[in-house]
T-cell receptor
């Protein structure tokens, strides 16, 4: 069975600090996809990034970066120089090759204080 | 921008009443997912469909919940009879099932309160 664990329930940082959100996954598939979604206070779920299991290159997009390590089954998300607008619940998710069996982790609530 | 549309956005009902939530997936998306979000349980997968056929509804309480896709433009989630513990936000999401293109797009959710 597929499973996603986000051990950090809540994190608080002060603006401009860097913060890393952890994600550990379990799957028996050899081909799979990992995702991060953001849920701001307004409630909608916003897609941030997708990685496939064959691409372990780290990715950077502005202040966001993602570290995928197959050896430890982790897909961690770092926000550099955090801002108040980054305050949200962040979900890590896992799907099979065809986008089925799409499972989410419990989420990490990030609060960025001014 | 293509959107997943969910109705109603908010619903308050009394215990025992039937509740139907509707979802219009993005045109061309052939997978549809229903999730329930509560503070205690996070995002729970209730059911998902591929090409309108239910592939997995093991996350759904079968005695009171049912999910269907009458056609490619409509997915429904029905609760009968509703109970206070069903109070939650229900999300619908759709996506293509092509490998490498499987990003789910979520609707805005239906917030259900059962009194």
């Amino acid at each position: 069975a597929q499973k996603v664990t986000q051990a950090q329930t809540e994190i608080s940082v002060v603006e401009k600090e860097d913060v890393t959100l952890d994600c550990v996954y379990e799957t028996r598939d050899t081909t799979y996809y990992l995702f991060w979604y953001k849920q701001p206070p307004s409630g909608e779920l916003v897609f941030l990034i997708r990685r496939n299991s064959f691409d372990e290159q780290n990715e950077i997009s502005g202040r966001y970066s993602w570290n995928f390590q197959k050896s430890t089954s982790s897909f961690n998300f770092t926000i550099t120089a955090s801002q108040v607008v980054d305050s949200a619940v962040y979900f890590c998710a896992l799907s099979d090759n065809y986008g089925q069996n799409f499972v989410f982790g419990p989420g990490t609530r990030l609060s960025v204080l001014p | 921008d293509a959107r997943v549309t969910q109705t109603p956005r908010h619903k308050v009902t009394e215990m025992g009443q039937e509740v139907t939530m509707r979802c219009q997936p993005i045109l061309g998306h052939n997978t549809v997912f229903w999730y329930r979000q509560t503070m205690m349980q996070g995002l729970e997968l209730l059911a998902y469909f591929r090409n309108r056929a239910p592939l997995d509804d093991s996350g759904m309480p079968k005695d009171r919940f049912s999910a269907e896709m009458p056609d490619a433009t409509l997915a429904t989630l029905k609760i009968q009879p509703s109970e206070p513990r069903d109070s939650a936000v229900y999300f619908c999401a759709s996506g293509p099932d092509r490998p490498g293109a499987n990003v789910l797009t979520f609707g805005a959710g239906s917030r259900l309160t059962v009194l």
